[in-house]
């Protein structure tokens, strides 16, 4: 109980269970180095990376054989037995080692970063206009050049949606439209959110996501129940 309470000289009881469930959780493994004491095997439990932690071998007798790398330049790996690690491990292939969440969870993070990162250009620098007016003729380059820097400084933004962008010459109107919610982007973010929790088996309750929240006495049923 006391090396639960306080695992090594940097952690709390606390910190290191947290810290186990985020490698665990982001990694699929979360390993830790069994110090042994004067008196006591094992004295102390120092976490080591995941990226730099694995299984390599299992032992005639059924029992692993792990490698770590350190970080410092120039350490050779070192095989460390079973005894010497404890493992935490989530779902697994192999019954060795857990498999890296975020690989599984690639694809869906990848759609939703990407989601993101459009939401945050086109806020930024999208030109959201209600129309824009196009040349009757040829425009050398010195005037393209002034005309799409009037339209990136005059109308780009959130804060000119809704604008006419008008460029000074004599032009043809033609519609613009960038209908994000024919797109069903806010849909999509929805979508990503619900597919990464129903990947980690986390129910939205437990992230205040809002969208088919379940109520109160649901949710109160729901732990009662285990989860």
């Not at 993101?116 to 824009?132: D, N, S, T, V, Y």
């Amino acid at each position: 109980f006391r090396l639960l309470r306080r695992p090594n000289k940097w952690q709390t009881g606390f910190q290191w269970r947290q810290y186990m469930a985020f490698q665990t959780t982001l990694w699929g493994n979360a390993y830790n180095r069994v110090m042994a004491g004067p008196r006591v095997f094992a004295d102390e439990l120092r976490p080591l990376h995941p990226a730099r932690t694995c299984v390599i071998d299992q032992s005639a007798d059924g029992s692993l054989v792990y490698e770590y790398r350190s970080p410092r330049i120039g350490k050779m790996p070192e095989k460390l037995s079973s005894s010497e690690i404890l493992h935490f491990k989530d779902l697994s292939q192999d019954s060795f080692s857990g498999i890296v969440t975020y690989q599984l969870l690639r694809n869906i993070v990848g759609i939703a970063l990407s989601a993101e990162k459009h939401a945050a250009r086109f806020l930024k620098q999208g030109a959201r206009i209600a129309g824009l007016l196009s040349p009757k003729g040829s425009l050398g380059k010195d005037a393209r050049e002034v005309a799409e820097k009037s339209l990136r400084t005059g109308w780009g933004g959130p804060d000119n949606e809704g604008k006419i962008a008008v460029l000074g010459q004599e032009f043809d109107f033609k519609v613009v439209q960038i209908d994000h919610q024919k797109g069903q982007f806010l849909e999509l973010r929805d979508h990503q959110v619900e597919e990464i929790m129903r990947a980690l088996g986390v129910p939205g309750v437990v992230l205040g996501y809002s969208k088919n929240l379940m109520g109160y006495a649901s949710a109160d049923a729901f732990f009662e129940k285990g989860g």
